[in-house]
Nanobody, 119 residues
């Protein structure tokens, strides 16, 4: 069984910063892709950023230049540094990994963490 535990969400004023963390634990022995999605109530979940095992990253246009994704492979942890936050960034942020558990690859999700940016 694989668990993802997120932390770091909260309330911040526009222009401020937050850092999200997501640690994977359990019966996982390899992780390929790690990333973050976000969701506003009533809307579809949208991709924020991804990072693959080699370190290549991909960002949504709306966060380029403001957000930075990174990972610590030794800790099976992915981070999202969010700077210059805007009210439009308000959402529930979900981390995910594509990893191998008991010889089978799958996608696993965190429980979500609320980020609220006030104007």
């Amino acid at each position: 069984q694989v668990q993802l535990v997120e932390s770091g969400g909260g309330l911040v004023q526009a222009g401020g910063s937050l850092r999200l963390s997501c640690a994977a634990s359990g019966s996982i022995d390899s992780i390929n892709t790690m990333g973050w999605y976000r969701q506003i109530p009533g809307k579809q979940r949208e991709l924020v950023a991804t990072i693959i095992s080699g370190g290549s990253t991909n960002y949504a246009d709306s966060v380029k230049g403001r957000f930075t994704i990174s990972r610590d492979n030794a800790k099976n942890t992915v981070y999202l540094q969010m700077n210059s936050l805007k009210p439009d960034d308000t959402a529930v942020y979900y981390c995910y990994i594509r990893g191998r558990s008991v010889l089978s690859w799958g996608v696993y999700w965190g429980q979500g963490t609320q980020v609220t940016v006030s104007s």
